[in-house]
């Protein structure tokens, strides 16, 4: 069975320090590795998709690498814009089934 | 654009109420999912429907069930809930094309209550 563990479970950082999320993954034959991000009650957004170790994305202050056990998803001076709760997801199979992690909570404080 | 519309935004409803949930996107996407969310948990997989055809069931129960009426729209018609039903329920759609195949784009969910 494919698992997603997701840490920390919460993250609190001042504006302007830099830290990593941690995705690690055990699945069989992975298609996909996505991130989103959900602020409260609404629905998660869209941020990268990584396919093969190795490969990097980059959005603004956010980048997201890829191993053949985990992702990271590095935050560069990070602002309070940045707090929400980010989502790792693996898509293995034929299907379209995406298994989500349980998500990190950050916080950044002014 | 990447937009899922849901509506509606709230719904309140008792235990032996109809109600349906809507979700409609026009980017020509061939695949529309529903996930069911609790709080502070991820989105669980409850449906999928690929060129309109029911491809996944998530052992789903049957007091829950979905329609595709077109490539643009899918429902969730709801019957006889259960207060633990209470949920944000997210609609997503994705491309199905060669490139970018796999991605999930959101609604904003249904936060539906059950009393």
């Known amino acids: 069975e494919d698992q997603v563990t997701q840490s920390p479970e919460a993250l609190r950082l001042q504006e302007g320090e830099s830290s990593s999320l941690n995705c690690s993954y055990t699945v069989s034959g992975l298609r996909g590795l996505f991130w989103y991000r959900q602020d409260p009650g609404k629905g998660p957004e869209f941020l990268f998709t990584?396919?093969?170790a190795g490969e990097e994305k980059e959005k603004e202050r956010l980048k997201a690498t890829l191993t053949k056990k985990e992702s990271f998803l590095h935050i560069t001076a990070p602002k309070p814009e940045d707090s929400a709760t980010y989502l790792c997801?693996?898509?293995?199979?034929?299907?379209?089934?995406?298994?989500f992690g349980t998500g990190t909570q950050l916080k950044v404080e002014l | 654009d990447t937009e899922v519309t849901q509506t509606p935004k709230h719904l309140v409803m008792g235990m032996t109420n109809k109600k349906s949930l809507k979700c409609e996107q026009h980017?020509?996407?061939?695949?529309m999912y529903w996930y069911k969310q609790k709080a502070k948990k991820p989105p669980e997989l409850m449906f999928v429907?690929?060129?309109?055809?029911?491809?996944i069931n998530e052992s789903v129960p049957s007091r829950f069930s979905p329609e595709c009426p077109n490539s643009s729209l899918l429902n969730l018609h709801l019957h006889a809930l259960q207060p633990e039903d209470s949920a944000l329920y997210l609609c997503a759609s994705s491309p199905l094309t060669a490139i970018a195949k796999n991605i999930q784009y959101f609604g904003a969910g249904t936060r539906l209550s059950v009393l």
């Open positions: 990584l396919y093969s």
């Open positions: 429907y690929s060129y309109e055809k029911l491809s």
């Open positions: 997801a693996v898509q293995t199979g034929g299907g379209n089934k995406l298994t």
């Open positions: 980017m020509g996407h061939r695949a």
